[in-house]
Every structure is written in structure tokens, then in C-alpha cells.
């Protein structure tokens, strides 16, 4: 019997605007920080700025630059001036866009009943990861959990390195990661006491939660009757 590795799911703090809001999300436990620059969202920052916030992330917390159909001068900005970022493709970019950026990158999936996303995976097999959100007008989530039944009986090689998104928050993403099982979950308007504006608490309750729901499921996992009966 093979051994059982315990999982934990990586954390994304999304749409950092300020200072304060940056630090506490790292404090909290954070993975990985994201930067919205996309001048139609509240949560909006240039290029320039994100560079700024981005110098604050310590070793091995990443920064993600969220883009929504940019052009090729915001992509260079962007590069430029956050060199060591993940992309996060969040509009309706193609596979060869996202790819001709020649960096890392996650493409965004709108998620609604009849939406093929075994077949949007195959489009965009070059993507570390997909994220999965809510379908709305616009784009983003708008703060909207979606049915997650939706992401049921994927094949391991999508749900490896799927996150999850999409009205997440302390009370509630302990069941999504639950029924899911995502690699990764991505927070933003969960934890705001405003449109961009973080709060350290929420912050901190749910990355709490989400720990918690990774030790709950691998306690299950190791439980002996469980192991025994694999």
C-alpha cells in the first residue's frame, strides 16, 4: 500500500490595493498575492503600482498579475515591472496569447451549466492552472459562489491543479474545499471591508478555515479504517 501524502491547499489573497493590506495577508499565510490591472474593477492598481506592493512579498509568496484583454503595452508594463509574476489571464485571450507572454500563467474559466471545461483544459493545456469562477456580466466572479457540482468526477490531471474561486469566505470555504478538492483557493471580496480595501481579520479567519479543512481531510484520510479498507 502506498503511503498517503497530506495535502494543503495554497492560498491566493486577490484584488491588493495598499500596504497595510499586503503585509497582513503574507502574516496570515497567503501563498500568493494578487494584483488586479484591469482599470474597469474596483480593485484596479497600474503596473507601476503593483511593482511596488509586489517588492513587499517576502521569499516564496507569489505575486499574480490578474489582466483582462491587455494590450500588448500593459502586458510589458506589467512584465517589467513585476518580473517574477504569475499571469492570470482573466478575459477571453486564446491559448496563443497566453502563451506568446512567455511567462507562467493561469487562465480564468467561467463557470455555467453546459460549459465544456474538459475541453477549455484542452485549449489551454500550457496553463499552470485553471481557475474556476463565477459566470457574471463582466468580468470576475462579482463576488458569487457558483455550483460546484460542476467540478464533480474531474480526471485528476485537471483537478491536480485546479483553484477554486468565486465568493469565497471564512464560513464557507472549508465546504468548498471539501467537495472540491482544489489545489488552490483564491479570496477576495470574502475578506474586504471594502471594494479593495482588506481586512486582516477575515484575512486571517480564512486562511485559518482553510487549514483547518485540510487537517480535517487528512485526519480522515489516515483515519485507520480508511487506510485499511485502501
Not at 38 to 67: C, I, M, N, W
Not at 74 to 81: K, P, R, S, V
Not at 98 to 103: T, W
Request: hydrophobic fraction near 45%; include cysteine; glycine fraction near 8%.
Amino acid at each position: 500500500m502506498s503511503p498517503l501524502i497530506q495535502h494543503r491547499t495554497r492560498i491566493k489573497v486577490c484584488g491588493l490595493t495598499r500596504e497595510p493590506d499586503v503585509d497582513a495577508a503574507v502574516e496570515a499565510g497567503a501563498d500568493a498575492i494578487g494584483f488586479v490591472l484591469y482599470d474597469k474593477s474596483p480593485r484596479h492598481v497600474s503596473a507601476a503600482r503593483a511593482g511596488e506592493l509586489a517588492r513587499r512579498l517576502p521569499p516564496f509568496v507569489t505575486p499574480v498579475v490578474l489582466l483582462v484583454n491587455a494590450s500588448e503595452a500593459l502586458l510589458a508594463e506589467a512584465l517589467d515591472a513585476v518580473p517574477h509574476a504569475l499571469l492570470q489571464f482573466h478575459g477571453d485571450e486564446p491559448a496563443n496569447r497566453c502563451e506568446q507572454a512567455g511567462r507562467p500563467f493561469v487562465r480564468a474559466a467561467r463557470m455555467a451549466p453546459g460549459f465544456d471545461l474538459l475541453d477549455f483544459a484542452r485549449q489551454f493545456e500550457a496553463a499552470q492552472a485553471l481557475l474556476v469562477d463565477a459566470h457574471v456580466d463582466g468580468y470576475g466572479g462579482g463576488g458569487q459562489t457558483f455550483d460546484w457540482s460542476l467540478l464533480a468526477d474531474l480526471p485528476h490531471s485537471i483537478s491536480r491543479t485546479l483553484i477554486l474561486s468565486g465568493g469565497l469566505h471564512a464560513a464557507n470555504v472549508a465546504e468548498g474545499i471539501r467537495r472540491v478538492r482544489p489545489w488552490a483557493v483564491d479570496v477576495s471580496s470574502g475578506v474586504e471591508v471594502s471594494k479593495g480595501v482588506k481586512d486582516a481579520r477575515l484575512m486571517t479567519a480564512f486562511c485559518q478555515a482553510v487549514r483547518q479543512a485540510d487537517q480535517d481531510g487528512n485526519a480522515a484520510r489516515f483515519d485507520p479504517v480508511v487506510a485499511t479498507a485502501a
